[in-house]
Each structure stands twice: as C-alpha cells, then as structure tokens.
C-alpha cells in the first residue's frame, strides 16, 4: 500500500475520501488561534480602526493611481509582445484562502489551506501572498489543500536574478525562511541583496514574483560553484492569507487582429487558426 | 447506557484528542522532539484492553493520521500496528512492570517504531536524520507515566472494560 502510494496517485480517492473525517481535527486544533485572532479583533479600539481605516484609504488611492499606469504599461507590453510574437501572461485571477494553523510534520515545511478541490484548486497551483511567492500546492482535499513551501528540502523554484537576468535554480534548505542557489557558476555577476524574482519556466509559477533576497554568498577555493543563500521575501510565521494564482497562458496573437485591446474571441480565434502549425 | 459502545467512545475521544495534540502548532525544535501521543495512547489501550485493542485497531488508527498528516498512506499505519502488535504480545508482562520499567520498554518498542517511520519517510523526501531525530522515543518513554495515570483515571473513572 505504500509503494502503491509512493509510485502513483491512485489512492489520492481513498484520501479525499477519509479527509472529512479527519478534518475536524483539523479545525480543533485550529480553533485556539481563531479565537485568539477574534478576540484581538474584537479589543481594538475603535480610534485604532479610524486610523487604520485611513491609512487604508490613503493606501488605495495610491495604488489604484499606480494601477492605472500598469495599465498602460501592461498594454504596451502585449503589443511589443505581439509585434515579437512571443507568448505573454495575460493575467492572473486570485482566489484568497487562509493558513490553518496546524503542525503536521517537523521534517518537511509544508501548511494547510482552508480551501480545497471545492474552490478549483489544482495540484501544483502556486501559492503567493502580498509579500512574494510562498509554495505550491501539492495536494487537494475537498475542504483544505496541502501547500509546500519554497524552503522545503524536496522544492525547487525556477528563478531570475533580477538584476542581471540571470536564470538559475533556487532549491529549499528545510531551514525556515532560507533557500540555496547550488547552480551558480563561480564567474557568476551576483552579489548580496539582489532580489530573484520568479522566471515563468517550468510553467508552474507566474513570472515576475519575488521570491527571495541573496543574503550570503561564500567561495571557496577548490568549489567550480558560488555557494549562495538567499532569504525568502515572505517571512513563513508572518503567514496569515494566502493567495492561489490561477495564470491565463495564452499566446498572444501574431497580428494585432482588432486595434483594440484583443479580445478573449479573438484569441481564441487565432489560437485554432496558428494549431495545425 | 450501553456499556461496548461508551467504551469504543473513549477510546475513539482518547485517540482523536492525541491526534490533535500531535498536530498542535508549536515551534519547530519543540515539535521535533515532540513524542507520538497517539502511538502511546495506542499502546496504553493495548495493555490495558487487549480483548479489545489489538494491531487491528492499530492500523485503522495509523492510516487515519496518515490522511490526517497526508504522509503516505499506509506508513503510520504499518508503525501503529507494529507498536501495537509489540505491546500487545507482552501486555501481561508490561503490566506487571512498576512505572519505570514500563518505560524502558517502551522506549525500546518507540526506538524502533521511530527508526522505521525515519527510514520509511525518507523513501518518501529528504530530509535531514541526526541523532535529534530520535529524541521522540526518549521523550515517549519519559511521557509514559504521566500518559499511563491520565488514561488510568480516565477508564477507571468512565469504566471502559
């Protein structure tokens, strides 16, 4: 039964199956700290929440102001993109759950969410939050889902040095908030405090997120490889909300079909046209 | 009341309020050395009703952490009822036992099932083995005692035969 589990996913029904019996566990366990959260919420002041609410409001406009750049920009980007004929991420669709805040294992870094397979999820869907990339999920259960984080010791995330443009790997240490860059050639142009940033290969993880900052790179002689650590942009015990990224890849039409923004039809369209290549 | 079925209740409340001991979220170098409650509670229901307890017990209630966990189905399962199968052969023994040799033994009993799930879970992903990996057994057997009384009260108290 082990080895079934190990080679292949069959038993992933008999899982999802139990898993509302286990649950409620689950949810004991996590009640504590909800109402802990509760009751915090509850001793607010109320010229706390004014303040908060202000600053909240400044922080809107800010970003909204900013947005409309984006905008712009994000426009002039597809059509460089389709003038090159090179694929683009059109955009990402959020779907918000949060930690519960269980224990599960001490050896692997991995969290629950409190939304599962009812909400769409999907294994291998990335897991981000408003600070950078946090994991990915590996697996679903109807009411919660099993999310790995970028430090586990069996996870590894496809990454550019956002300064350089170079592409490398970034692997989890088991060491909480610490990844190491093991594929760095000694000539490599790095330095501390750069900031990685996702690189879209692989597919998994949308391009463009930050992920980690270098924080101490050690050479030593003999070694053909810069032995480098790097902090994670998300601190792991600051976790409250995470954010399930569904990523709309499609390629982006060759000729500007519509001088307009295109259209999801016509891409669609051109999409079936470019197929028998 | 129904005698049986107020009984399997107890018990089934003692596994699950272990189970969620077991997943309680505390800092990291605590949960490493952290023992397996359900795996002593298992055993304390092995020695104390073995007519009723046995490694099939043990099984059900390890593949119920497994999907708990989400380790790999079937390897708490193949722990717990290896734990249980143990404690269950030598329940007249063990019983006889004053407090501290029980804990020896089990110690012994919660070596080996450590040792097993360490070997099994690495099949699964690497992760780092140090000697701290095997703290879980010496805190298990040093938790028996205490584990022992609780239950012991709590059956006598609630009179599960």
Redesign the interface.
Known sequence: ??IV??RTDK?GY??SY??P??HP??K??DTP?QISQWVSSLLQSSSDILEENIAIKRDSTLLRAKLLKYEALEKENTRLRAVLASSFELGEQFIVASLI????????H?IIADKGSRFNLFKGQAVINTKGIIGQIT?VLPFSS?VMLIT???HAIPIEINRTGLRTIAVGT?V?NQLTLPYLPRNTDIKPGDLLTTSGLGGRYPKGYPVATISTLSTSPGQAFIEARAQTAVQTEHIHELLMVWSDKQPIPLIPVLEQQPTKASINQTETATEPE | MNTPIHGTFIISLSF?IS??VS????P?TV??I?PSWTLLTLMYWCVALPQKISTGTGWLVG??FD?????????H??IFATGAYLSHRSYSQIRNFPAWQQAAILFVFLLFAQIASLW??Q??????INIL?LTPAITGALSWPILFTVLRLTRRRYHVH
Do not use: C, H, W
């Open positions: 039964m082990i589990d190990y038993l008999i899982r139990l898993s019996i286990v566990i689950i004991l366990v700290s805040n269980v224990n599960l294992d001490p050896n692997s991995r697996r099993e586990d010791l069996n088991g909480f | 699950i189970m969620a997943i309680i979220p505390v990291d949960a490493i952290m593949f119920l999907v708990l966990t989400g380790n790999l189905l079937g390897l399962a193949l099994l879970k099949t699964n992903g690497q992760f780092e990996s």
